[in-house]
């Protein structure tokens, strides 16, 4: 038996209020991700004429880069300071931008031909990523592509002093490993590719899936 993914214990209000508080500097704390969200950008291959939403887009760095082949762009934050960079580095771009949570998403159903979501499903506590992605589930149009960018749950040192550190400063490690294909799998989508990298010590899964329906 797999051990139990850690639990996200910290409130939505924390992680907005951490958020707000960390976007000016978000670019300079994350610059380390950037490789591997272009890497799942790359394999989402979005084409010209089909239309992806971000879930989680921070300050907007793979929304410019989806936007920088003028495809059809929408993406949801938590946190309206990133969404007010994001704004800034996508403005006159086709780029739609709403303040959201992931568990429920203000689009119709079947609205899209790509789901993007990178260092950001591992934030949503164990129970609510099946909701999650049931959301996306529902707003991908028929043989819709998602393309998840996570920490991998594996047994190694390197994430068992990782999730010390989560178990006792969750609202500033925030995030956790999580067992992605058997996620992804269990809601019901097919998985096309995966590939895992290291980060600092660190497995980075990136998968791509497609919905199955």
Same mark, same amino acid.
């Given at each position: 038996?797999?051990?139990?993914?850690?639990?996200?214990?910290?409130?939505?209000?924390?992680?907005?209020?951490?958020?707000?508080?960390?976007?000016?500097?978000?670019?300079?704390?994350?610059?380390?991700?950037?490789?591997?969200?272009?890497?799942?950008?790359?394999?989402?291959?979005?084409?010209?004429?089909?239309?992806?939403?971000?879930?989680?887009?921070?300050? %907007?760095?793979? =929304?410019?880069?989806?936007?920088?082949?003028?495809? /059809? +762009? !929408?993406?949801?934050?938590?946190? $309206?300071?990133?969404?007010?960079?994001?704004?800034?580095?996508?403005?006159?771009?086709?780029?739609?931008?709403?303040?959201?949570? %992931?568990?429920? =998403?203000?689009?119709?159903?079947?609205?899209?031909? /790509? +789901? !993007?979501?990178?260092?950001?499903? $591992?934030?949503?506590?164990?129970?609510?990523?099946?909701?999650?992605?049931?959301?996306?589930?529902?707003?991908?149009?028929?043989? %819709?592509?998602?393309?998840?960018?996570?920490?991998?749950?594996?047994?190694?040192?390197?994430?068992?002093?990782?999730?010390?550190?989560?178990?006792?400063?969750?609202?500033?490690?925030?995030?956790?490993?999580?067992?992605?294909?058997?996620?992804?799998?269990?809601?019901?989508?097919?998985?096309?590719?995966?590939?895992?990298?290291?980060?600092?010590?660190?497995?980075?899964?990136?998968?791509?899936?497609?919905?199955?329906?």
């Amino acid at each position: 038996m797999k051990p139990e993914m850690e639990r996200v214990l910290r409130s939505k209000k924390q992680a907005r209020k951490s958020y707000n508080a960390m976007s000016r500097w978000y670019d300079l704390f994350t610059g380390s991700e950037k490789r591997f969200t272009d890497i799942g950008i790359q394999l989402l291959n979005v084409q010209p004429n089909e239309s992806v939403l971000e879930i989680g887009s921070g300050t %907007g760095y793979a =929304l410019a880069a989806f936007a920088d082949y003028g495809r /059809n +762009v !929408f993406a949801v934050d938590l946190s $309206e300071k990133m969404l007010k960079i994001a704004r800034r580095k996508t403005h006159n771009r086709n780029v739609g931008l709403c303040l959201a949570d %992931g568990l429920f =998403l203000p689009f119709s159903t079947e609205q899209f031909n /790509n +789901v !993007f979501i990178s260092f950001t499903l $591992e934030l949503f506590d164990t129970p609510e990523i099946p909701q999650v992605l049931h959301e996306i589930h529902r707003m991908l149009k028929n043989n %819709g592509r998602l393309s998840v960018v996570s920490l991998a749950k594996q047994e190694t040192p390197a994430i068992r002093v990782y999730e010390w550190f989560h178990r006792r400063m969750p609202t500033f490690v925030d995030c956790r490993p999580i067992y992605l294909q058997p996620i992804l799998k269990a809601a019901g989508f097919q998985i096309e590719k995966s590939i895992v990298k290291t980060m600092w010590g660190l497995p980075v899964e990136i998968v791509i899936a497609r919905n199955s329906l």
